[in-house]
């Protein structure tokens, strides 16, 4: 058996301890930057103030639609379970309503006409201050409900 020794200043050790801190420290920095700017999908605002900014918007993501409404809502301050849901839906595109609890908001509601066979299929755009802050995309009947993100596009296959 045979036996190794190394013998090193204790500068020498702190020294390399310490860089090898630092590389860490970097590479650290570098993943959570980069990873992090990868999970938002939404990076800049989407300006809804006119008809013509909202329905441009429905149209590049491949909807077609018939028909419109408008509601002025309040976001609430405290979310319960529904618009905790709500939200998570929300965020999966970029958008977070945590920002405007409290807030008035008019949300934007027109009727789907290309979402597979299926006539009763509602988008709705939620504005605030002329900004897009949600947006979802449901089936409000009993039977086949659902609420999905605005950007899953399943047209007519």
Same mark, same amino acid.
């Given at each position: ?50 008809? #013509?900014?909202?329905? &441009?918007?429905?149209?590049?993501? @491949? ?7 408008? =509601?002025?809502? +309040? $976001? ?7 618009? #905790?849901?709500?939200? &998570?839906?929300?965020?999966?595109? @970029? ?7 409290? =807030?008035?908001? +008019? $949300? ?50």
């Amino acid at each position: 058996m045979q036996v190794i020794t190394f013998k090193a200043k204790p500068k020498v050790i702190f020294g390399t301890a310490l860089a090898l801190v630092g590389v860490a420290v970097i590479l650290m920095t570098f993943v959570t930057n980069h990873s992090a700017g990868s999970q938002q999908t939404s990076a800049s605002p989407v300006s809804c103030a006119t008809s #013509e900014e909202r329905t &441009a918007y429905l149209e590049s993501l @491949g909807w077609e639609f018939d028909g419109t409404s408008e =509601k002025e809502i +309040t $976001i609430p301050s405290e979310f319960n379970r529904v618009y #905790e849901n709500y939200n &998570a839906v929300q965020k999966q595109q @970029g958008f977070d309503l945590e920002k405007y609890k409290g =807030k008035k908001a +008019t $949300i934007y509601t027109y009727n789907i006409t290309n979402y597979k066979n299926n006539k009763n299929v509602l988008a709705n755009l939620l504005i605030c201050d002329g900004v897009l802050i949600g947006a979802d995309l449901c089936d409000p009947s009993a039977k086949d409900g659902f609420l999905v993100a605005l950007t899953n596009n399943e047209t007519t296959a």
